[in-house]
């Protein structure tokens, strides 16, 4: 038997992986991913990734492998669809001053998680008073949860896409269009321009809505505001309210209180809410499946 140094050493060196793997589904076109534990000894791993398209039951095998410490990976079968491979970075660079996170993966279905607590906790603890702290307090934390998902949403999908990074540039309201980089910005830091992008997104307020529907239009092709006018507005004004909610106690700038935040309000703004996460997360994965068919006809699918 080893020393005890020599088997600690051996069970650091076993430690796993966590290994993120996605790619669009060879047969419906939905994205396909899941993160893996990958053993940190094995250069050679096999798994099992379904796709994430609810209305079917897509399942491949996926080999990972690992050469001069760079992993690759390919579908069983289907040898020609392009797989990304990411490792979670969890060491910390001296030299990145970046102050936010990365996007946490897997966003919609923590999103749809929270709305559930959520929905549980308007049951459970709102009051009928239109007024009630305890309402606003509900109200607040609804926002933050839609908040960080549109962040974490978008965000990703941009940092790991350049024609979505290409459609946002457009978008006047970034600021970003009229930028000028020197050839020799870019030679010292190529990823220059994505950098941009994710600073100028993250210092972005998520909760203004019509911003954020603007950005989805942009990026992915279609709006996500209410197309009911009632529940459009709704959506809209409520940017104000959860102002005043979250700065000024609930009152408003001319000195009035909001006594219509009732649980039927949470109900509704909540169901308007996920509605609106729905049609994003259908904008983009309408977008992948767009782009996916788009490359069966370059030379390099053929």
Avoid at 78 to 87: A, E, L, T
Avoid at 97 to 122: K, Q, S, T
Avoid at 124 to 141: Q, V
Avoid at 247 to 260: A, F, I
Wanted: aromatic share 6%; glycine share 8%; with cysteine.
């Amino acid at each position: 038997m080893g020393s005890m140094s020599e088997l600690m050493i051996q069970q650091w060196e076993a430690e796993p992986d966590d290994v993120e793997v996605s790619f669009l589904c060879p047969h419906c076109g939905h994205p396909a991913a899941a993160w893996l534990k990958v053993p940190g000894d094995d250069d050679d791993y096999v798994d099992e990734v379904s796709c994430l398209n609810p209305e079917t039951d897509h399942e491949y095998t996926v080999r990972l492998r690992r050469k001069n410490g760079i992993r690759s990976a390919s579908i069983e079968g289907h040898p020609g669809i392009p797989v990304s491979v990411r490792d979670l970075d969890t060491t910390h660079d001296e030299e990145d001053d970046w102050d936010e996170p990365l996007p946490e993966p897997g966003a919609y279905g923590i999103f749809r998680d929270a709305m559930r607590e959520w929905n549980g906790n308007v049951s459970a603890l709102s009051e009928i008073d239109g007024g009630s702290s305890r309402n606003r307090m509900l109200f607040g934390t609804l926002y933050s949860i839609v908040e960080a998902y549109f962040a974490d949403s978008i965000i990703g999908a941009a940092l790991e896409n350049v024609k979505i990074q290409k459609q946002l540039i457009k978008l006047e309201e970034l600021g970003l269009h009229d930028k000028q980089i020197t050839l020799d910005t870019v030679l010292e830091k190529p990823t220059i321009v994505r950098d941009m992008i994710r600073a100028t997104l993250q210092g972005l307020s998520f909760h203004k809505l019509i911003m954020v529907s603007r950005i989805s239009e942009t990026a992915f092709g279609k709006p996500i505001l209410p197309q009911d006018k009632d529940d459009r507005s709704l959506a809209i004004k409520s940017v104000d309210k959860r102002h005043d909610c979250v700065h000024r106690n609930g009152v408003d700038k001319q000195g009035n209180k909001h006594t219509d935040i009732t649980q039927d309000y949470l109900r509704k703004i909540g169901s308007i809410f996920e509605k609106m996460a729905e049609s994003l997360e259908g904008a983009m994965s309408d977008a992948r499946v767009k782009e996916f068919v788009e490359s069966l006809g370059s030379p390099g699918q053929l």
